[in-house]
């Protein structure tokens, strides 16, 4: 029996979803390439975009941080100059792969509580030396929302290409990747889209990716040639994710049935209401303010109780089916609990009836 994933990703997905795998399909066939070249004009309209804006969405193999190294490694030259907002654990991936890829940048870092200030930004902005600026849409370490559409507003002022990582929200929270002036934008199959793991996208301005080309330094993640490969005979340049392409095709029609970004927006937000209602009731306390937490996923501090032991904690609703997520916070000591995926208030009712009787057989 499989259990419910109240994780950040991979989750839950719909037997549908997990059924549409049931065929092979050879990476040459015209069905499947008329499949990968539905996916991506359907993945472009979920941005409120299309190619005759001018975008263009580009899928690359492998997990979420393959298609945010692809966009780092080949969007930003080394001559260039990138300013990485950050406030969590994913942000600071980027100033990884930034420095693995030898490319210049400066880390604005802010506190993992704290919404990323938008005048020091400009501040750094202002100095005109910066080609690029990256942020975290949802920064899943703790669920905090930022505000790209702001952060896309100094892009446009201070003229520098925007990059978000939009891993856990895109799919769930509405974007108009065009009026954020936004220049690359990441997420992946196994999130709010509610597909299998298997492979990231990127949906691109069509002027910023063209200028790309040669600036990669590797051949798998080189973004510009993913893209002239899907679009000159359609194909993946290397083995494609087929089985899981197949799912998500499957995935996006169901975000069409339940209403497309909205609809789905509407569910997770009930799951998140249910959860914090239930849980407070339980007498857990939320990291985040309200104001600034996303209805994605949400940070619990562990109780202050000599009785709670997150490893027991986990594995007994593990047990009962609940697969719930560690926390990742440098500071404090926190779990994680996600609102996403194939789950609905009945899932999370069941969740948090489990945890109440976890709750009372430890005795905290
Ligand atoms: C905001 C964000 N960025 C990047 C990633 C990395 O994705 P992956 O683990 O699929 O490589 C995640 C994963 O949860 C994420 O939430």
């Known amino acids: 029996m499989d ?13 549908t979803v997990k059924e549409a795998m049931l065929y092979d399909y050879g990476s040459r066939d015209d069905l ?51 300013l990485i907002v950050i406030n969590g654990a994913y942000g600071e991936r980027i100033a990884k792969i930034a420095s693995i890829h030898k490319i210049p940048f400066t880390s604005l870092v802010f506190a993992e509580d704290e919404i990323p200030d938008l005048e020091k930004t400009e501040q750094l902005l202002m100095s005109g030396n910066f080609t690029h600026m990256v942020i975290v849409h ?25 990059i978000v990582d939009s891993m856990s929200a895109f799919g769930a929270i509405p974007v108009e990747v065009d009026s954020c002036n ?27 990716l063209i200028s790309c080309k040669g600036l990669a ?20 340049r290397f083995t494609p994710p ?53 209805y994605i996923i949400t940070t619990y501090y562990y109780p202050e109780n000599i009785a709670f032991d997150f490893k027991i904690f986990y594995q007994e609703l593990n047990q009962r089916g609940y697969v719930i997520y560690p926390g990742k916070l440098s500071k404090a000591s926190c779990f994680r609990i996600g609102n996403i995926g194939r789950i609905f208030t009945d899932d999370v009712l069941n969740l948090l009836n489990a945890i109440k009787e976890v709750k009372t057989e430890m005795g905290f």
Request: net charge negative; hydrophobic share 40%.
């Open 138 to 162: 949802c920064e899943t370490t703790t669920g905090i929302l930022n505000p790209i559409e702001s952060f896309g507003v100094l892009s446009k002022k201070y003229g520098v290409h925007y």
């Open 32 to 82: 499947f390439i008329h499949l990968i070249k539905d996916i991506r004009y359907t993945l472009l309209s979920l941005g409120n975009v299309s190619k005759e804006k001018g975008y263009e969405a580009v899928i690359m193999q492998g997990s979420g941080t393959f298609g945010v190294e692809s966009v780092i490694s080949s969007a930003i030259p080394k001559t260039g100059n990138l």
């Open 217 to 236: 330094d590797t051949l798998v993640l080189d973004l510009f040639a993913q893209w002239q490969g899907l679009e000159t005979d359609g194909q993946f």
């Open 242 to 294: 087929i089985h899981s392409l197949l799912a998500f095709k499957q995935a996006l029609k169901e975000l069409a049935d339940e209403g497309g970004v909205e609809g789905r927006a509407i569910r997770y937000h009930a799951n998140f209401t249910m959860l914090k209602e239930g849980m407070a009731k339980l007498g857990f306390t939320e990291y985040l303010s309200e104001e600034k937490q996303a």
């Open 3 to 15: 259990k419910l994933l109240f994780t950040p990703g991979p989750l839950t997905t719909s037997l």
């Open 182 to 208: 936004i220049d690359f934008l990441i997420s992946s199959s196994n999130k709010c889209i509610e597909g299998v793991p298997g492979f990231s996208f990127i949906l691109a301005k069509k002027e910023t």
